[in-house]
């Protein structure tokens, strides 16, 4: 499955995704054209295979963006027909806060979990808590996980969470790659965040893809 970047911007700019393969070249296409193109059939589970079943946790400190995150995962997808905000300021809420109570304060309580088809495999998605009153829905969530997002904030860089969450995916050794969202943000540094990596986490950390500016300029 061809690794894929995200980038998250406000409502009022345009969200693009750029794609790389090393056997063909694809032109830069529009993430919504994608979105068009991708109508979920709850059929298509039904014929996947399980070795084509995965289940993709996405985890990070409070306030990250995880759910933000997995509201464009289930756009682009096509499991979903249209992105909410998180805090429900529409009415709505974002689709993996299901309490009430998630949508007022715009944070996760508990686990979600959801699927997808993406090129015939199933997705499993789990959103998970990012506050550490909530700690053991990440647990839950990682004992069954196959791979992980580990969502860092651009501006905030590494937080506390970010290492309690770190040893949790090594305790239940799951594979995860991370992703620096809210590059739009004040004070937002994707340099700063790596090195934040490799100097306070110890991890060998390296760009996938490269953002563009940053702050306005993104």
Known sequence: MMLRSLVQRSSKRPCYLLTRS???SHSIRCLSQT???QVFNPDDMAKTKVENIRNIGVSAHIDSGKTTVSERILFYGGRIDAIHDVKGKDGVGAK????ELEKQRGITIKSAATSLIWKGNQLNLIDTPGHIDFTVEVERALRVLDGAILVLCASSGV???TYTVLRQM????VPFITFINKMDR???NADRTIQQ???DMGLNAAFLYFPIGAE???
């Open 197 to 199: 990596m490799r100097d």
């Open 186 to 188: 004040y004070a937002a």
């Open 35 to 37: 979105a068009a193109s």
């Open 96 to 99: 993996m806060d299901s309490m």
């Open 170 to 173: 090594k305790r239940y050794n």
């Open 159 to 161: 937080q506390t969470q």
């Open 22 to 24: 090393t056997r063909q």
């Open 216 to 218: 306005r300029t993104f």
